[in-house]
């Protein structure tokens, strides 16, 4: 069974952190990109950060660069994702997914990811 499972979401005040976590299970994690999303209250899903383990490379949209940092931890099969500086406008439900390498698209482009987390709620008090 595929399984992406978001956990580390909770209630937080402006100016605080949180790490998330994304375990995956059931696909081989090294042939797989990761990548995060967000869909806040009245908002379209936007992703804003993924890793490629092919070549280590992170990417961040303008929202959460210098802020967010993604870490992937292979021998656990693990994508962290570790929010600082959090911001009202940071609420939304997360989730992570899953792109092949196989996929014409690259991470960034958030396209194509055919495993999905059920998500975890991030909401950000000011």
């Known amino acids: 069974e595929v399984q992406l499972v978001e956990s580390g979401g909770s209630l937080v005040q402006a100016g605080g952190s949180l790490r998330l976590s994304c375990a995956a299970s059931g696909f081989t994690f090294d042939d797989y990109a990761i990548g995060w999303f967000r869909q806040a209250p009245g908002k379209e899903r936007e992703g804003f950060s993924c890793?490629?383990?092919?070549?280590?490379?992170?990417y961040y949209t303008d929202s959460v660069k210098g802020r967010f940092t993604i870490a992937s931890d292979n021998r656990k099969n693990t994508v962290y994702l570790q929010m600082n500086s959090l911001k009202p406008e940071d609420t939304a439900v997360y989730y992570c997914?899953?792109?092949?390498?196989?996929?014409?698209?690259?991470?960034?482009?958030?396209?194509?990811?055919?495993?999905w987390g059920q998500g975890t709620q991030v909401t950000v008090s000011s």
């Open positions: 890793i490629s383990s092919s070549d280590g490379s992170t």
């Open positions: 997914a899953a792109l092949s390498y196989s996929s014409p698209y690259y991470c960034a482009q958030f396209r194509g990811y055919v495993y």
